[in-house]
């Protein structure tokens, strides 16, 4: 049954029109980096407001984090209110192939300051890890350590980052003798700019961390390959065969 009434999550939010429930959920989610994202989603209606609970800072505008409650309250004289109805919009979105890979400057397991332009020139494996020293990411650091060799022989650069202090990554980088370089991107901005900040379920809730994700970066300073989803098991292999084969057609 349609209503007259203007819902905020339209792109034009000024002009009413005839809108049943199934409309609203087609239309609310068929262009996620229209909703949301302005200011007419903190207006307030007669009948409905919508209000913003969570946001993160980005580094670019497509790539907004906004989690909203769609509230139900009571106009004067009105009918009661209905039951709040709470969801998540899509979250970051990664960076893709052919994108200019964000600068950044993090420091390093022994307070080194690294920079991203600094290594332009040669092919970089970025790979984004939740937490040190935790199973799976250990997993996949031990991997990366049995493979480092061979990775360096195809000229590639290997970091790893996640959001941990350069304290906590010495001391994993020292508990398995990790040969290679572990970034420190504890305000998690990095991960933001390179859009692997997620929504994940732990132990029943919802919270927001880093999505296992590796980019290899090219020498010219675009991102040349995305590998999503990463599953710690294999994972460095994954990425020394590929590495392998772009070496080789680019002989």
Request: charged share 25%.
């Amino acid at each position: 049954m349609g209503t007259s009434e203007v819902f905020p999550f339209a792109a034009i939010c000024s002009t009413p029109s005839a809108r049943g429930p199934r409309s609203f959920f087609c239309d609310t989610f068929r262009s996620p980096g229209t909703i949301c994202g302005r200011s007419s989603c903190a207006a307030q209606h007669t009948a409905k407001q919508i209000t913003p609970v969570a946001s993160a800072t980005i580094a670019r505008p497509r790539n907004e984090i906004l989690q909203c409650k769609i509230v139900e309250t009571a106009a004067e004289g009105g009918t009661p209110a209905l039951p709040a109805l709470d969801f998540d919009l899509p979250g970051e979105i990664p960076m893709k192939v052919n994108n200019k890979a964000p600068d950044f400057t993090l420091q390093d397991e022994n307070g080194k300051e690294i920079a991203l332009k600094d290594l332009r020139g040669k092919t970089v494996v970025l790979y984004f890890y939740p937490r040190a020293d935790t199973p799976g990411c250990t997993i996949e650091a031990c991997e990366f350590r049995d493979s480092y060799r061979k990775m360096q022989k195809t000229g590639a650069v290997l970091l790893g980052i996640s959001p941990d202090t350069p304290k906590a990554q010495k001391k994993f980088q020292d508990k398995f003798s990790l040969p290679f370089t572990l970034l420190a991107d504890a305000d998690k901005k990095v991960a933001e700019a390179f859009g692997v900040m997620k929504e994940k379920n732990m132990y029943g809730k919802k919270v927001w961390g880093v999505a296992r994700t590796t980019f290899v970066i090219g020498p010219d300073g675009k991102i040349q390959h995305v590998f999503e989803k990463v599953k710690p098991e294999g994972h460095a292999e994954e990425v020394l065969a590929y590495l392998k084969e772009s070496a080789k057609g680019a002989a």
